[in-house]
């Protein structure tokens, strides 16, 4: 028996040192960690605990039967991130350049099957060169396999793709179906057709990175959630992200002690936001102002800037934030931020964090392109997510809020759970110089000096229709309140909300607007 032991520990440690020295030279040449390496940094030291290592694909033909390491490219496990347990797989880009075959795809199934089983959190780690062409359709129904699993696990468990090299062809659907994909600029890309390919059939000519890198991703295309400069600080990401979501849908996210006072006052927010609604501020200052210790990860930060999606604390419990940006394109709502802001909010209704939406929205973003692109089915889709959530909701005007923007953005009549204002709001079906061209024409076009009687009518519309309490008056809001109380408001209604149960309606699914 002992002479076996030695041997297993023989055989192990030729599995953790991998396919050799001039492999991981190579991999090290590009900046690229090793897989190993990788898991290190995403989980709690010594905590892996590695799923078949030992396995060897059983393909033949084209060289594959005299070529049969370890592992066949991909390390799986389980492990713990800040002691929460986190499934993990990742692909081994020194074997076979880390290319799925029927091996392969066994193991990523074993362990995506374990995460849903489990309730707990998957992880992705991707540096791969796509199917094995060797193994031909087989390896295209491995990733058949994964693409059932990401969609049978949605909404169940997080399920979070880091790619830490190339991802083609149909390899880019997984990440795709997932949560959050994270990116790490100038060793990662993603596209379904390369540079080769784009060249021969649309005579284009363009790199890698610039066909599918991280920053066009993170700032164009929206596939990308975060992008990062090196391994090391995208992999930190991952844990941070990790910490604020539940294991899953069954669970809430995690709570933490919170030293900043919940009845903290913010008085700089008086300063921060200016009365006059077409002046601009950033809307992330007020955020900072409001959550606790000024923390909060960000969305889709670099994509649809007009519309801020977060992840913070408000008295140690996690938060979903949905906020117009009036620095970028005055915050209004377009197709793309339409759907940022709409998978954030399925996303967080699907993992039970509660949703603060901060409006300061002059409506629709006009204009052909954006009617012929489809704003109302975009449009429509931010409408669904909301209508559709059964988390704790909660809604503050900080300033304008017209038309059917108001409506989208949670408003209370399509089921925000609380709605507050500041007493600077304006609420309206569209601001006051245009709602008095269309009421008044005619006694504008009359007048003496019609300028002088537009503004006239402009000031006796605001006055009428557009007061701060004119909404609260009605009950479409709830409370007119200090903007140095925010913080207090939001904490307390949360807390309120904690409990909240809603009963969904008998159906197999609804059919979203796409």
Known sequence: MRSHVVELAALRERVLAGPGEKATAAQKAKGKLTVR??????????????????????????????KKPHTDGVVTGWGTVEGRTVFVYAHDFRIFGGALGEAHAAKIHKIMDMALAAGAPLVSLNDGAGARIQEGVTALAGYGGIFRRNTAASGVIPQISVMLGPCAGGAAYSPALTDFVFMVRETSQMFITGPDVVKAVTGEEITQNGLGGADVHAETSGVCHFAYDDEETCLEEVRYLLSLLPGNNRETPPAVPCDDPADRRCETLADLVPVDGNRPYDMAKVIEEIVDDGEYLEVHQRWARNI????????????????????????????????????????????SIPLVTLLDVPGFLPGVGQEHGGIIRHGAKLLYAYCDASVPRISLILRKAYGGAYIVMDSQSIGADLTYAWPTNEIAVMGAEGAANVIFRRQIAEADDPEARRAELV?????????????????????????ADTRRVLVGALAMLRSKHAERPARKHGNPPQ
């Open 308 to 351: 801020i999606c977060a992840l913070a604390r408000l008295d140690g419990q996690v938060v979903g934030i949905v906020a117009n940006q009036p620095q970028s394109l005055a915050g209004v709502l377009d197709i793309e931020a339409s759907e940022k802001a709409a998978r954030f909010v399925q996303m967080c209704d699907a993992f």
């Open 37 to 66: 390496e990788r898991i290190d940094l995403l989980l709690d030291e010594g905590s892996f605990h590695e799923v078949e290592p030992l396995r060897r694909h059983r393909a033949t033909g084209f060289g594959l039967e005299a």
């Open 459 to 483: 000031k006796e519309y605001k006055a009428e229709l557009m007061h701060p309490y004119y909404a609260a008056e009605r009950g479409l809001v709830d409370d007119v309140i200090d903007p």
